[in-house]
C-alpha cells in the first residue's frame, strides 16, 4: 500500500511522483530498462528509447497511459493486439516483444529504430520531392511488409507517413499496428 508521498494520482499520467510523459534519463523501469531519452508523443502515450541491461540492446518502451490501464475491458484488448503484433516477423515491421502489466508501469517493449520517419525523409529534400527511385524502393518495402501483416490477418488501420520509419540501413520499419 502506497505511503502519502506514493499517491496514486488517477487524474493524470503522474503513478506516484512518476511522470509518464517525462521520465527522467537513467530512470530505472523493472530493475532492467534504464531510460536514455524520449523519442516520441502520440495519443496512446510516451515512448522511450531505454537501454535493456538483460539484453544489452536498446529498445523502446511504449507507456500505457493510466486511462487504458485501468479500463479492464482496454487492457484484455490491448493484450489480444500485443499477441497478434508478437507473433509477427518481418523486416519491415517493426518488432513487438512483450506487453509489461504487471509492474508499477504499464509497458510495450518493442524494437528501437535508429532513423527518421518518412516524414522526416521527405524535409531533406528540396521542395519536400523524394526521387522517384527512392520512392520506389520505400514503397516496394511498404507493399511488402504490409502483405506479410494481411497474410497474417493483420490490418494497419493507421498507414501514414509518421508511422514509417526508415532505419540506419535505409530499411523501412513499419510501425504503430
Known amino acids: 500500500m502506497p505511503n502519502q508521498n506514493q499517491t ?3 487524474s ?4 506516484g511522483k512518476i511522470n509518464l510523459e517525462d521520465l527522467p534519463k537513467g530512470h530505472k523501469i523493472d530493475n532492467r530498462y534504464t531510460i536514455k531519452e524520449k523519442i516520441g508523443q502520440g495519443g496512446f502515450g510516451a ?4 537501454y535493456d541491461e538483460d539484453m ?3 529498445k523502446a518502451l511504449k507507456i500505457i497511459p493510466e486511462a487504458i490501464v485501468n479500463d479492464k475491458e482496454s487492457m484484455m484488448d ?3 493486439e500485443a499477441q497478434t503484433m508478437i507473433a509477427l516477423n518481418h523486416k519491415n515491421i517493426v518488432r513487438v516483444y512483450d506487453l509489461h502489466k504487471n509492474g508499477k508501469i504499464k509497458y510495450i517493449d518493442m524494437e528501437f529504430i535508429d532513423g527518421k520517419t518518412l516524414t522526416e525523409i521527405k524535409l531533406d529534400y528540396k521542395d519536400k520531392k523524394v526521387p522517384e527511385d527512392i520512392v520506389k524502393k520505400y514503397a516496394k518495402q511498404i507493399a511488402e511488409g504490409l502483405s506479410y501483416a494481411h497474410t ?7 498507414i501514414k507517413p509518421q508511422n514509417i520509419m526508415i532505419n540506419s540501413n535505409n530499411e523501412i520499419k513499419i510501425m504503430d499496428f
Open 8 to 10: 496514486i494520482k488517477k
Open 12 to 15: 493524470s499520467q503522474i503513478y
Open 47 to 50: 515512448v522511450y528509447c531505454a
Open 56 to 58: 544489452n540492446i536498446d
Open 78 to 80: 490491448l493484450q489480444r
Open 152 to 158: 497474417n490477418n493483420v490490418v494497419h488501420k493507421d
